[in-house]
């Protein structure tokens, strides 16, 4: 099972990103998929999450300006980010709970990460 995690980049202080994940491989069911980032020397943040039965959760700090969705066909997640901040600057990690096939357990895989950098 491969995550691969795109759209990062630099924007200005009041600019937009969407963050891309998709899931490939020898994949049966997906869960729940979320979005974490990691600032410079700190810890790993939780940001968003979209579960199978479509419940969407996000922090605090991002709520009201990102927006999680995913394509289910796709086994792809998106993270659109608006209004971004400089305290958003941190590598952006994708989060997938799957399954690899019927009657396995679900387990947790993580994609490799993209830079979001918010400055003027």
């Known amino acids: 099972v491969q995550l691969q995690a795109s759209g990062g980049g630099l924007v200005q202080p009041g600019g937009s990103l969407r963050l891309s994940c998709a899931a490939s491989g020898n994949i049966f069911s997906v869960s729940a998929m979320a979005w974490y980032r990691q600032a410079p020397g700190k810890q790993r943040e939780f940001v968003a999450i979209?579960?199978?039965?479509?419940?969407?959760n996000s922090a605090e700090s991002v709520r009201g300006r990102f927006t999680i969705s995913r394509d289910n066909a796709k086994n792809t997640v998106y993270l659109q980010m608006n209004s971004l901040k400089p305290e958003d600057t941190a590598v952006y990690y994708c989060n997938v709970l799957l399954q690899l096939s019927r009657g396995t357990s679900y387990r947790n895989y993580w994609g490799q990460g993209t830079q979001v950098t918010v400055s003027s």
């Open positions: 979209s579960t199978s039965g479509g419940t969407t």
